[in-house]
């Protein structure tokens, strides 16, 4: 059991590498080690566990001096290979192939154009090795000095004579920065529409009402022999009987009333007079009925 926790711990401290730390061993590269903390790349490089960085002397990191902060992380991410490269797979990588291109991480930034995230590494001379841009028309203006420091093969630390020279690498857009979720706008509500001409609104479908606002009223229709529809305050059965009737009394045209078909017809005096005839000739004829 001590044995296994001895070797998982083991394992554990050989993944993990902190960039700060490994260059704070050298005295000599303590500008680019500044420059990457204000930056806040060491704790994107600490972050991967596969990685080589190219790193320069304090003489060499001057010539970063006087830009912005912005502009020497995009520099900076230049000198981060997204791989691990020692002296010795570099030194057979550039025998295989007289130039080789390796991915950078300015290139996982999004902010690269064109060839400005990746690096050509090629020999030259006598066996030196040579660092430059992928940019069309870049030098090879970097070469390797010595292996600083390596974790096979999580990282390694590579010392190189400058900075690496992209061309229009401080014109290059920054990483876009996530939007923050605005709130959504409440729907608006329609404008109630105005009533200018001043008309009486028209009736809603739940108010019950069937007759048109225009229609004239019962009130005004003709008494005939037969039942009318009564309106809806009717007048008595007597005053009805002896208005006298315009001949030319406009006839309503609006549908009778639901409630009208609960009162009783309206009689004239001649269908009084039948109606009285017909009760006497029954109770004649009852009359007689019971005499026999």
């Known amino acids: 059991m001590l044995v296994a926790i001895f070797l998982f711990s083991s394992l554990s401290s050989s993944l993990a590498f902190n960039i700060t730390k490994l ?23 600490n972050r991967r566990q596969t990685i080589t960085v190219l790193v320069v002397d304090n003489s060499a990191a001057a010539s970063l001096s006087g830009k912005s902060i912005d502009v020497i992380k995009k520099i900076l991410s230049v000198h981060v290979i997204l791989d691990y490269y020692d002296v010795e797979k570099i030194t ?13 991480l300015f290139q996982a930034s999004g902010s690269a154009v064109d060839q400005e995230g990746f690096l050509k590494v090629a020999l030259i001379n006598e066996g030196e090795i040579a ?20 974790q096979p093969f999580n990282i390694s630390v590579l010392q190189i004579t400058a900075p690496v020279q992209v061309p229009g690498i401080e014109s290059s857009p920054s990483p876009p920065s996530p939007k ?16 200018k001409s001043g008309a009486a609104p028209s009736p809603s479908k739940n108010s019950g009402a069937n007759t048109p606002a225009t229609a004239p009223s019962t009130a005004d229709a003709p008494v005939a022999d037969t039942p009318t529809t009564a309106a809806t305050s009717p007048a008595p059965a007597a005053a009805a009987a ?7 009394a406009p006839v309503s ?3 009778p ?36």
């Open 23 to 45: 260059l704070g061993q050298n005295p000599e590269l303590s500008t680019f080690n500044n420059y990457l903390t204000q930056t806040k790349l060491n704790d994107e490089i």
């Open 92 to 104: 057979k990588l550039t025998t295989s192939k007289k130039t080789s291109t390796v991915t950078t």
């Open 131 to 150: 660092f430059g841009s992928a940019v069309k028309g870049a030098s090879l203006n970097a070469k390797l000095v010595k292996s600083v420091a390596a």
């Open 253 to 255: 045209s609006a549908p």
């Open 242 to 248: 002896d208005e006298p009737v315009a001949d030319n």
């Open 180 to 195: 923050a979720a605005t709130p959504s706008a409440a729907p608006k509500r329609a404008p109630a529409p105005s009533n």
């Open 257 to 292: 009333q639901a409630d009208a078909a609960a009162d009783p017809p309206v009689l004239s005096n001649s269908g009084v007079v039948r109606q009285g005839m017909k009760i006497g000739i029954v109770a004649a004829a009852l009359m007689s009925w019971l005499v026999v």
